[in-house]
């Protein structure tokens, strides 16, 4: 992941933290917040790096109590777990500004996952450009996901090498499908998805979840990246759709990518 784009994130986990003051350590949005700052520092440091464990082991409640604990202890502790959260994230922050750190120490091992995710943010801006050709000459219309699939095929071509479209994925729940795309020796795989006015947003999240729950069982699936796309701006959420859906990830890495975001 590039630098800027991890301060981004890390900043915005810190920052949240402003809000859940005023909760606790059982209320959900705090939950949420924990779980979405570890998948983050995973993404960024990786799952073995000192930054994940460090935060982990950040506690948000008394050690020891009794019956007898009054209320404000409890809410002490929770306090002073988010202050540690903070200063920790402050500190990673900090130390990509002055190393430029990453997963395993930033390995000459390109990263794959910000190069898809640059192609699926431009993709409307392709598209759009298409429409633009000399003497008004035939063009590709983005009709449906079929068009989609085929122009980022088109776009991923000039990033690597072996694309395996149309393979199977395992039966889940009594049938099985096909995979938009499959990166075999990244282990990624790239599902596309294009909103229409038929199509309602529990439909789409519900068919990301299965799709998520598909995948888990691929053996050529180490991370799902889910390119919705969205011409018309019909989600009006994008961002809380992308971390909604990344939440129910389960064991899978899963990255949602709505595109574009503004108009």
């Known amino acids: ?61 008394l ?20 202050d540690k959260a903070e200063a920790i994230l402050a500190s990673m922050v900090d130390e ?6 990453g997963p395993e120490e930033q390995t000459d091992r390109p990263d794959y996952l910000s190069l898809i995710e640059q192609v699926c943010l431009r993709f409307h801006s392709m598209a759009r450009q298409l429409r633009s050709r000399h003497a008004k000459r035939p063009t590709l219309e983005i009709d449906d996901e079929y068009d989609v699939q085929d122009l980022l095929h088109a776009a ?47 439909d789409l999240g519900a068919q990301i979840l299965i799709d998520i729950a598909r995948y888990e069982r691929h053996p050529d699936c180490g991370l799902l990246v889910c390119f919705i796309y969205d011409p018309e701006g019909r989600i009006g959420n994008p961002v809380g759709l992308e971390r909604d859906l990344e939440s129910h990830s389960g064991k899978l890495k899963v990255r949602v990518i ?6």
């Open 1 to 61: 992941m590039e630098p800027n784009r991890a301060i981004e994130i890390l900043e915005r986990q810190k920052g949240a933290t402003g809000e859940l003051r005023a909760l606790g350590s059982s209320d959900p949005a705090f939950a949420k917040w924990k779980r979405d700052t570890e998948i983050a520092i995973q993404r960024i440091f990786g799952d073995s790096s000192r930054h994940f464990t460090d935060f982990s082991k950040i506690s948000y409640s």
């Open 63 to 82: 050690g020891a109590w009794s019956t007898g604990t009054p209320d404000y202890k409890f809410h002490e502790a929770f306090l002073q777990g988010l």
């Open 96 to 101: 990509i500004n002055e190393y430029e750190v």
């Open 156 to 202: 991923f071509k000039l990033h690597f090498d072996d694309i395996r479209a149309e393979e199977w994925t395992p039966s889940y729940a009594g049938g099985s499908s096909r995979v938009d795309f499959l990166l075999k020796q990244e282990r990624i795989v790239v599902e596309v998805k294009k909103t229409r006015s038929s199509m309602s947003m529990s």
């Open 258 to 263: 709505v595109g574009p975001k503004g108009h």
